[in-house]
């Protein structure tokens, strides 16, 4: 197939340069167009980027020309790792302009009309994207840690019935951006505040395992407690979470309804998806963010320590790399989702 041109939304920023990563070489899309703030717009990428990726930036996308949030754009698809701060109204006008923003932000994921999407949860909700008052549209991911949490409560809320949750978070600090946190702040430190984060987590998967009725997603009626805490690991959020469940279940259920749990993206067999989307690992000390993070190219949330709670009924341990199936890979792997299912 042709390649798709796209571009980059908030190119110079942490989720943009992990985009223009895991996009190199991609089967469906070539970067086209980069995109940043007024203070980048004009220069070319490798002069207005601080570059903190792994691989050096690619040649082709160094040469781009940065244009500004207002200017016109080409590609269809837009991936979007624009601050908060600015993305709401940027994204809104060019879906109004037509074009389809595949979201990273927070700004949307309220609105009612705009789907959270985790393809192997919920691709139907890409449905109400025809609903939507834009001439494009927006889809976006979910919070990071909302991901991991999502991704491992799915099976077990579609076969068993999940009434309630309650998780802790333990959040690298490339989750917040770079330069992240003040290492005197994080250095032998806990810190037990994320700002917004718990109120995602608590609202998020309710609305990714929500029915999708005409214009709007009814959410799903589960409980979520979560408490979340900034640790001093560089890549992968950790999460411990207790589930009360509807009726009864075997552990050795609950373990099978997570291994064998599959989606859309891996029967179409999509270039970012994980062969396996839950990876349930045995060892009693894992996982841990040092040396299971990119297990799967960081696409699979890693699930350890499956047993009974004394409190509610199974409690776990979860973990996933944030900036890859948490943020920027999640969105790749939407627009995936968004072109072999014929939306473009």
Known sequence: MEKISVAVLGATGTVGQKFIVLLQGHPFFEIREVVASPRSAGKSYVDACKWKQDIPIPENIGKLIVKNTDQDLKAHILFSGLDSSVAGPVEEAYAHKGHLVISNSKNHRIDPDVPIIIPEINHDHLDIIKKQKYRGGIITNSNCSTMFLTMAMAPIYREFGIEAVQVTTMQAISGAGYPGVPSMDILGNVIPFIDGEEEKMESEPQKILGELADDHIVPAPITISAQCNRVPVFDGHTETLSIKLKNKVSLENIRKALREFKGLPQELDLPSAPELPLLLI?????????RDVWLNRG???????????????????IMG???????AGAAI????????KGYI
């Open 282 to 290: 045995d060892n009693q000390d894992r996982p841990q963010p040092a």
């Open 299 to 317: 696409m699979s949330t890693v699930i350890g320590r499956v047993r009974e709670c004394p409190v509610l009924d199974i409690k776990m341990v």
């Open 321 to 327: 790399h944030n900036t890859v199936r948490g943020a």
């Open 333 to 340: 792997l939407n627009a995936e989702t968004v072109v072999k």
